[in-house]
């Protein structure tokens, strides 16, 4: 992009972002600058602090996010403008009133008189030659209607009804098409509307999960997300019936007050005509926008669940490089065994059968301990699917090394990922067992670099994601992988492509092209090195090398988040210290060593100097936690052990608006409602648990018939 358009759109944005955010016009205009030089959000809030006054990623975020929307806006005002242009109706009132609206609801509103549509009951009566009749009587001046309407007899009007009728449609369509009448009912709607469920007649067996929706009602200004996608699938499956409506009667006074100015029989008619207009045209078309605009907060709070929870999980603790034995387990199948090196490579591969109905202890025991000597095991993964907790207590009975942790890990979706591309161009020769099972191993060490193989939506810490907008997931979600992958950088000489394809300015050819000259080459010995790789410009190298980490190459700096243009600085530091470089990295008490306002330039400020000494301290720190093992309670294996009143330790393994699912150790999660959560009122859940975090909770209900558990944390430390 040309300097000049950078220049014109900063000026046209930057003032109007800047007011809505609350954030101040020069940090608003560079963060655009930035974007609009195709800058990644990750590369902008790590290593452009001082252009942007130290935004996170979040608040860069907001500001794309509002530039995209306003240039949305202002390709849709063209259109508007060029179509009442070609009408020829564009007035200097019209181009004045489209060009102030900073709404898109509000600009449609003042399109909807121009807007083509299909022919209507008042072109027809507009053809017919009734416009006069309805600007005579929408005066609602004192003269006879009936008198009046005679006037407009023709070939098409034989009679006064025919006439009022027709006059009505158009004053019908007039108010319909009024920019503050709209305004009026769609706030109206806004404050009294509420949500109506039926169910649909002869409703088969399916339709019973959305029996608490059989004749519901709520308003609509309070319902929450979960509840209305739950009516919104129910309705989109043909279950129920919805409406979304305020009481008529409010509605139609609102709307008399603002067209009715007489008591005669001109006034009479108009009354009618807003009776028809509401019925027919006002009330259908802001019960759809409500509709629409109720399920768009749906998606976006569900999303916004979604990714919160992704994050946490592709952030969750690490075991790190260690010798794994991994288990998918199975009843009469089997359980899968697998064996991976620190680097997570496939050693070796079995299958014991250590439950009925084949129950083959002895013989499983001996499998597993012999490739527990023979690749030096350090810790064990088990599936926690069907079957998980019963091979956890198997392996618990073998006289193992008690330094060997053995880990229950999450497995969702690690079926989507055994039958994927990703998986058969890893493991082309074997079965979609061995490679679930290498999923849970590489998951326990790993869990970000495996869980980037698999498509977000499949990992099953969401609500409601196939209801949602589809788009507008994958592109939330993607931005979330994005996010965390470069928060903890990639080692760029170990990183798989599905890894590196979600670095900061790196796409999928030139990370198969990474992936080729390290092949052809053996490991990059430096950051520099990239350079020479097919397709990575200057441009792609400044956006990518500061999160690709280089262990043990020739430039201690290049194991670090410093990114290269700021090498320089690093440099400048030792030689001022006396020391060189590999004995900067690594020391503790740098920042109290040196002044960092001596090391201030045109270049690099005090917030890249900070983040600078903190990595220089800690090089390539991973900001994950270290894996814990939890302890479930050894005598609860099924629903049938458990009862009210129980106190259990567990692990959240999702959270929705509603509340938190937690392990208890059985098949089935348990639910901590949101108000269960805690005696104070809980507006995030977020806020209170956290997917992977231990928590001690209370059974206070069980309905076996459906398979639920009711938990509470309330009153537990």
Known sequence: MSYNRIYQFMEIYGKKISAKLNLSPKSVGNTLKLLEEGNSIPFISRYRKEATGNLDEAGIQDIQDEALRLKGLDSRKETVLAEISRQGKLTDALKTSIAQTDSLVELEDIYLPFKPKRKTKADTAKKQGLEPLAETIMKQQDLDVSKEAKKFFNSSIKTEQQALQGARYIMAEWINEHKKAREAIRAYFKKHAEVCTKAVKDSPSEALKYKDYFDYREPLSTITSHRFLAVNRGWNQGFLRLSVRPDQEGALRLLNEMFVTGQNQASGQVILSIKDCYRRLLCPSIEKESINQAKQQADEAAIKVFAQNLRQLLLAPVLGQKNILALDPGFRTGCKTVCLNKQGDLMATDTIYPHPPVSKSEQAEHTIKEMVNQFEIDAVAVGNGTAGRETRDFLKTIELDPKISIFMVNESGASVYSASEAAREEFPNHDATVRGAVSIGRRL?????ELVKIDPKSIGVGQYQHDV???????????????????????????????????????????QNIIDYRTQNGPFLCREDLKKVPKLGAKVFEQCAGFLRIQGGKNPLDASAVHPESYYMAEKMAQDLGVAIKDLVGEPNLDQRIDLSRYTDKKIGLPTL???????????????????????????????????????MG???????????????????????ISELSHQFVKNIGDVVQIHQKVKVKIIGIDRERKRIALSMKDLP
Request: proline share 4%.
């Open 610 to 648: 900070r983040d600078m000494v903190q990595e220089l301290a800690k090089p390539g720190r991973d900001p994950r936690k270290k894996v814990d093992e939890i302890a479930f309670k050894q005598d609860i294996r099924s629903m049938g052990d458990l009862r009210e009143g129980m106190t259990l």
């Open 469 to 511: 907008d589809q788009g507008k997931l994958k592109d939330s979600l993607q931005k979330v992988v994005e996010s965390c992958v470069n928060k903890v950088g990639v080692n760029l000489n170990t990183a798989s492509r599905h890894l590196l394809v979600h670095v900061s300015g790196l796409g999928p050819k030139i990370a």
């Open 445 to 449: 060490a790993d869990p970000l670099a």
């Open 651 to 673: 692990m959240v393994t999702n959270i929705t608006n509603f509340g938190a699912f937690v392990d208890l150790g059985i098949k089935n999660d348990g639910l901590i409602h």
